[in-house]
């Protein structure tokens, strides 16, 4: 086995002993990465030593690519779609 197959298994392993939590953080940071997005290119027109560009341009490129490369299942996408409203109700209330 190559380093990249083992470190890859140990991953799965990893994994596999824990799906629920790790399900859970990857539908979480999903949405909110859907969620601030908007709110980071607002602060990135402003603050661009703060909000710098290549983290915008990483994160909307991320989303892009997960979106239309994964394969990502209609169920999926509303799961992270919720969370994005759980974020965005959220801040609407700050």
């Known amino acids: 086995m190559k380093n990249k ?7 799965l392993q990893k994994y596999e002993a824990n799906k629920e ?14 969620a601030v997005i ?9 603050f ?5 560009n290549n983290l915008k341009y990483a994160i909307n490129d991320f989303l892009d690519g997960f979106y239309k490369t994964k394969g990502i299942s209609k169920e ?4 992270h779609h919720a969370i994005a409203q759980l974020f965005t109700n959220f801040k609407e209330e700050i």
Do not use: C, H, W
């Open 5 to 11: 197959e083992i470190v890859k298994a140990i991953r």
């Open 38 to 46: 908007e709110d980071y290119e607002n602060a990135n027109e402003v």
């Open 21 to 34: 939590m790790y399900d859970k953080s990857a539908v979480i940071t999903l949405g909110m990465l859907q």
């Open 76 to 79: 999926v996408a509303e799961e």
């Open 48 to 52: 661009p030593e703060l909000f710098p």
